[in-house]
Protein backbone atom coordinates (compact mmCIF):
# COMPACT_ATOMS: atom_id res chain seq x y z
CA UNK A 1 0.00 0.00 0.00
CA UNK A 2 0.85 3.48 -1.00
CA UNK A 3 1.68 6.04 2.46
CA UNK A 4 2.57 9.41 1.96
CA UNK A 5 4.27 11.13 4.55
CA UNK A 6 2.51 14.55 6.52
CA UNK A 7 3.58 17.12 8.99
CA UNK A 8 0.60 17.41 11.70
CA UNK A 9 1.01 20.14 14.62
CA UNK A 10 -0.47 18.96 17.40
CA UNK A 11 -1.15 21.14 20.83
CA UNK A 12 1.05 19.87 23.82
CA UNK A 13 -1.95 18.10 25.63
CA UNK A 14 -2.71 16.19 22.99
CA UNK A 15 1.30 15.34 21.46
CA UNK A 16 1.73 13.86 25.72
CA UNK A 17 -1.58 11.58 25.04
CA UNK A 18 0.48 10.04 22.07
CA UNK A 19 3.58 9.82 23.60
CA UNK A 20 1.93 8.29 26.46
CA UNK A 21 0.26 5.35 24.26
CA UNK A 22 3.45 5.05 21.82
CA UNK A 23 5.42 3.93 25.16
CA UNK A 24 2.48 1.96 27.21
CA UNK A 25 2.04 0.00 23.43
CA UNK A 26 5.23 0.02 22.14
CA UNK A 27 4.28 1.61 18.68
CA UNK A 28 5.06 4.49 16.84
CA UNK A 29 3.22 7.75 16.89
CA UNK A 30 2.31 6.70 13.24
CA UNK A 31 0.23 4.33 14.45
CA UNK A 32 -1.26 5.85 17.29
CA UNK A 33 -2.35 9.02 15.11
CA UNK A 34 -3.71 6.69 12.44
CA UNK A 35 -5.54 4.70 14.73
CA UNK A 36 -6.92 7.55 16.11
CA UNK A 37 -7.82 8.57 12.49
CA UNK A 38 -9.84 5.28 11.60
CA UNK A 39 -11.55 5.51 15.07
CA UNK A 40 -12.63 9.29 13.95
CA UNK A 41 -13.94 8.45 10.50
CA UNK A 42 -15.50 4.96 11.73
CA UNK A 43 -13.53 2.00 10.28
CA UNK A 44 -13.60 -0.46 12.87
CA UNK A 45 -11.17 -1.21 15.22
CA UNK A 46 -10.78 -3.11 18.28
CA UNK A 47 -12.09 -1.49 21.05
CA UNK A 48 -11.04 -2.78 24.42
CA UNK A 49 -13.21 -3.38 27.58
CA UNK A 50 -14.02 -1.68 30.75
CA UNK A 51 -11.34 -3.75 32.56
CA UNK A 52 -8.59 -3.24 29.62
CA UNK A 53 -9.48 0.71 29.36
CA UNK A 54 -9.20 0.94 32.73
CA UNK A 55 -5.58 -0.94 32.85
CA UNK A 56 -4.39 0.75 30.30
CA UNK A 57 -5.38 4.77 31.81
CA UNK A 58 -3.42 3.12 34.80
CA UNK A 59 -0.27 1.96 32.89
CA UNK A 60 -0.53 5.49 31.08
CA UNK A 61 -0.51 7.59 34.30
CA UNK A 62 2.15 4.92 35.61
CA UNK A 63 4.16 5.79 32.56
CA UNK A 64 3.61 9.45 33.08
CA UNK A 65 5.46 8.56 36.50
CA UNK A 66 7.79 6.23 36.07
CA UNK A 67 8.74 6.05 31.94
CA UNK A 68 11.15 3.14 32.53
CA UNK A 69 8.65 0.92 33.89
CA UNK A 70 6.45 0.75 30.69
CA UNK A 71 4.27 -2.11 30.36
CA UNK A 72 3.93 -4.63 27.26
CA UNK A 73 0.03 -4.12 26.06
CA UNK A 74 0.35 -8.16 24.86
CA UNK A 75 1.51 -8.65 28.31
CA UNK A 76 -1.43 -6.45 29.47
CA UNK A 77 -4.39 -8.37 27.67
CA UNK A 78 -2.62 -11.71 28.48
CA UNK A 79 -2.86 -11.07 31.79
CA UNK A 80 -6.58 -10.06 31.50
CA UNK A 81 -7.45 -12.81 29.16
CA UNK A 82 -6.17 -15.58 32.38
CA UNK A 83 -8.36 -13.43 35.17
CA UNK A 84 -11.65 -14.62 32.64
Not at 7 to 23: H, K, Q, S
Not at 46 to 61: I, S, W
Amino acid sequence: MPVRKVAVTLPEELFEIVERARAVEHRTRSEVIQEALRTHFGEAVYVPTEQERQLLVAALDEAGEHPAGDHDWAQVRAELHRER
